[in-house]
């Protein structure tokens, strides 16, 4: 068992003052893995100071994009380093199969560094215009903004802490990072990565606990951007404290995403893509394609090919190779996933495959991936993101209404179109209302802005406007 009992601030472990402990429980064996402080506002202002002093006198803001790109690589590195401890203690804390963390703790979040990286080698930080209205010229500057307070979900936790600390890193800021309580642990191994990647004291600084602390650390003063991935609620309330002081905030949250399958689909190919997109890391991703529209004339065959692909997965112990879905990452994941689909059998809707606990193994939250057919637009299992391997197909007679559907929900981060036809698909992605769409695949591109709209979140991680969030922009001007 991990047991933490500090701070990580200033390039060293500093006592916590709290001696509240979050207990993180392995959710395949319902064995304690660990522990980190619930830390309190002293641990916060220990965190928060420390990155300020490394930005206001150390030296990572004053080097060049050059040396700062160089200490990247090493990060990355560092992490490789531990890339099989880094998988296998993420599994014990979410229960994420193994082969999918080694991917997405991993390999992953590396790629996200050494991108960023490459941008921070070839960046300008000065560009010279002649003056528009003088006789002279306007310098424009991109500055790094500050400290930077990252706030990360359990589901992908390190894609999901590098997707904002890589551009932050390339731009010059300090970071505080605050995992989810869920995930503690492997913040610790994130700090043992920057000391061994030699870098200066107080540009990562990890701080954990409660959504309390990331309310802390989003009302501190001396915090000058927030980035937060996670539910809606929790970014709702962080929004609202940065709004307070007009602080900048970067929000990555929910969705209730819609795979639109056209008549002309090849459902077994198409079934087997979105078997991945629908049930993988036990359907907790914010992505997850949770609806899946099927015109009426083949409605049938397209519930038959899913529930089939459903079937295909190997749920079990999520340590073990052959694992393809291990379990829900909590004992309230689980009911939550049970009540929506308890929800849902009541309001009509009928369950083809899965929706209940599997007979085996005895312990760990585990939770069938389950399939509903006869469900329709306005249900609860249609609209509300359930953060669990449950699908709802949806009928639909026409290309427009199935954009309509598509289109009619609170969120707006994700979606997807399968067809024969991919010039067809490309004229339904122009008419859907979300942040990232795909026509035959759904793959995050990191050379690509990635970000929601309307409940799903605002602002963009990945590509160069990823970075943009991190540098706030300077005019002097010069006179002729």
């Known amino acids: 068992m991990l047991e933490y009992r500090d701070v990580y601030a200033g390039g060293r472990l500093v006592g916590s003052g709290s001696a509240d402990v979050i207990t993180i429980v392995n959710p395949a064996t319902e064995e304690v893995a660990g522990a980190v402080p619930s830390m309190v506002g002293t641990d916060v202002e220990v965190a928060v100071t420390a990155a300020r002093r490394a930005f206001d006198a150390g030296p990572w803001p004053q080097l060049s994009p050059a040396e700062r790109a160089a200490a990247m690589v090493r990060l990355a590195a560092a992490l490789e380093a531990r890339a099989e401890d880094a998988a296998r203690l993420v599994t014990a804390e979410m229960g994420m199969p193994i082969q999918l963390s080694r991917r997405n703790n991993v390999t992953i979040p590396c790629g996200i560094i050494r991108y960023y990286a490459a941008l921070a080698r070839d960046m300008s930080t000065e560009e010279m215009r002649e003056a528009v209205s003088f006789t002279g010229r306007t310098m424009v500057r991109r500055e790094p903004v500050g400290v ?15 997707c904002q600390l890589a551009p932050a890193l390339a731009a010059g800021c300090t970071i505080v990072l605050k995992p989810a309580a869920e ?220 954009i309509e559907i598509a289109n009619d929900s609170s969120y707006g981060l994700a979606g997807s179109v399968w067809t024969h036809d991919p010039e067809r698909g490309l004229g339904i992605a122009r008419r859907a209302r979300v942040g990232t769409f795909g026509v035959n695949l759904y793959v995050p591109d990191i050379g690509a802005p990635w970000g929601g709209r309307k409940a799903s979140g605002m602002g963009s991680v990945y590509g160069p406007e990823g970075l943009q969030t991190y540098l706030a922009t300077k005019c002097v001007f010069l006179p002729g």
């Open 148 to 162: 930077a307070a990252v706030v990360a979900s359990w589901s992908y936790p390190l894609i999901l802490a590098f």
């Open 183 to 402: 995930t503690s642990l492997s913040g610790y191994i994130l700090a043992e990565a920057f000391e061994a990647a030699d870098f200066p004291p107080g540009v990562f600084n990890l701080v954990t606990g409660t959504g309390q602390v990331a309310e802390m650390l989003a009302a501190h003063p001396c915090v000058d951007i927030v980035a937060v991935a996670g539910p809606t609620s929790a970014g709702r309330r962080i929004a609202a404290i940065c709004g307070e002081t007009l602080k900048p905030v970067s929000l990555e949250l929910g969705g209730k995403s819609a795979a639109i399958m056209l008549d002309d689909v090849d459902l077994d190919a198409t079934a087997a893509e979105l078997g991945w997109l629908c049930f993988a890391n036990a359907g907790q991703a914010c992505f997850t394609m949770s609806r899946v529209l099927a015109p009426r004339s083949r409605y049938d065959e397209a519930v038959s090919a899913l529930a089939c692909e459903a079937s295909r997965f190997v749920v079990g112990d999520p340590m073990a190779e052959e694992t393809t879905m291990g379990p829900l990452a909590s004992p309230r994941q689980r009911v939550r996933v049970e009540s929506s689909v308890t929800a849902g059998v009541v309001a009509g809707a009928r369950i083809v495959t899965g929706g209940r606990r599997p007979a085996m193994p005895v312990r760990g939250y585990y939770y069938e991936p389950t399939v509903f057919a006869d469900a329709d637009a306005g249900m609860a299992i249609a609209r509300d993101e359930i953060y669990g391997p449950v699908v709802a197909v949806i009928p639909y007679e026409s290309e427009a209404e199935a």
